[in-house]
């Protein structure tokens, strides 16, 4: 079916855009808004992290927090180009770089992890607002400063 696109100049006028990701997301599939990257989740997260921190407080993330072999992430590169992309937050001291990743196409963030040597490499952090909100209401929710 073709979709006519209107332009207009006010976001409320824009045209629906299918998603495809959102309606057949199961409870335990992140996806990010295009669907080309899905997390699978071993099961809904203990808690839900709105983190305060310098870097989270921009992302608006809400982490559900896991291992990192019990997840598993699958990207659709079947466009050159199209992947997933990070930004490496480094401390001042060189310990706890964590990389922060996202769809290059539409832009969501979906997980994280730390890269050095000397943070937990077995933990990540999803962006359960990668989660549809039926799946994840009724989990716990806290907010951290730090
Ligand atoms: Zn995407």
Not at 8 to 26: F, G, K, M, V, W
Not at 37 to 63: D, F, K, M, Q
Not at 99 to 119: A, I, N, R, S, V
Request: charged content about 25%.
């Amino acid at each position: 079916m073709a979709h006519e696109i209107k332009h207009t100049t006010s976001a409320h006028q824009l045209p629906e855009i299918p998603n495809a990701a959102r309606e057949t997301a199961s409870p335990l599939t992140a996806s990010c808004h295009c669907g080309r990257v899905t997390l699978n989740l071993p099961s809904l997260p203990r808690i839900i992290n709105e983190c305060h921190c310098t870097i989270c407080y921009r992302y608006g993330a809400r982490w559900g927090y896991y291992r990192r072999p019990d997840v598993e992430i699958t990207v659709s590169n079947t466009d050159k180009n199209i992947g997933l992309m990070s930004y490496v937050r480094g401390d001042p001291d060189g310990v706890g770089d964590t990389g922060f990743y996202w769809c290059t196409h539409c832009g969501c963030l979906t997980h994280w992890w730390y890269l050095d040597e000397d943070g937990d490499r077995d933990k990540m952090g999803v962006n359960t607002r990668m989660l549809t909100e039926t799946s994840v209401k009724g989990v716990e929710m806290k907010i951290s400063y730090d």
